[in-house]
T-cell receptor
Framework: QQQVKQSPQSLIVQKGGISIINCAYE??????FPWYQQFPGKGPALLIA?????SEKKEGRFTISFNKSAKQFSLHIMDSQPGDSATYFC??????????FGTGTSLTVIP | GAVVSQHPSWVICKSGTSVKIECRSL??????MFWYRQFPKQSLMLMAT?????????EQGVEKDKFLINHASLTLSTLTVTSAHPEDSSFYIC?????????????FGDGTRLSIL
């Protein structure tokens, strides 16, 4: 059973546009929801993370929106840039335990 | 900030040989480390959880005799792929649990690309 479902699989956005990636989870015990950015041949790098006690967190151009009742969370990348072109993974965990990753979204930002 | 170092970053070897991958937490102690495998254009899949001083816990379908994990110190875990075959070629990524950090309770290494000829 897929613990975390992620969509879309791929996304093409114009430079300056907003990129939106969505995730849904099953386990209500999850209490840590990070987003990772991965470039080819590199390990995942933490972008931003949220705990279920807040509904939104913003860091620079990156925002997580969290809907606890719907068991969904999303990543918004404002003013998308070509350098943002990468694969993005959402994840969920019970803090201290393994991460359950989404299937990934390949983002391409067109100049 | 906390860093996890993974070595080597890339290894190519012949079929039948064994390969050891190291995962080190550089500025914090990690009682628990995780090993993931990632195939091209796919997500990270947990292989095993490594606990310092005890046996690793393997996920269903992962052969513990093929993927030997040792976590002998609070800063080092190793994954040995024994008698590697081409189907073991993949990107292996470790992470280390950091109980001192609320914002980032796990730190990931940069991965090891394993190619078996």
């Amino acid at each position: 059973q897929q613990q975390v479902k992620q969509s879309p699989q791929s996304l093409i956005v114009q430079k300056g546009g907003i990129s939106i990636i969505n995730c849904a989870y099953e386990n209500t015990a999850f209490d840590y929801f990070p987003w990772y950015q991965q470039f080819p041949g590199k390990g995942p790098a933490l972008l931003i993370a949220i705990r279920p006690d807040v509904s939104e967190k913003k860091e620079g151009r990156f925002t997580i929106s969290f809907n606890k009742s719907a068991k969904q969370f999303s990543l918004h990348i404002m003013d998308s840039q070509p350098g943002d072109s990468a694969t993005y993974f959402c994840a969920a965990s019970i803090v201290g335990n393994q991460f359950y990753f989404g299937t990934g979204t390949s983002l391409t930002v067109i100049p | 900030g906390a860093v996890v170092s993974q070595h080597p970053s890339w290894v190519i070897c012949k079929s039948g040989t064994s390969v050891k991958i190291e995962c080190r937490s550089l500025d914090f102690q990690a009682t628990t480390m995780f090993w993931y495998r990632q195939f091209p254009k796919q997500s990270l899949m947990l292989m095993a959880t490594s606990n310092e001083g005890s046996k690793a816990t393997y996920e269903q379908g992962v052969e513990k005799d093929k993927f030997l994990i040792n976590h002998a110190s609070l800063t080092l875990s190793t994954l040995t792929v024994t008698s590697a075959h081409p189907e073991d070629s993949s990107f292996y990524i470790c992470s280390a649990r950091d109980l001192q950090s609320r914002d980032q309770p796990q730190h990931f290494g940069d991965g090891t690309r394993l190619s078996i000829l």
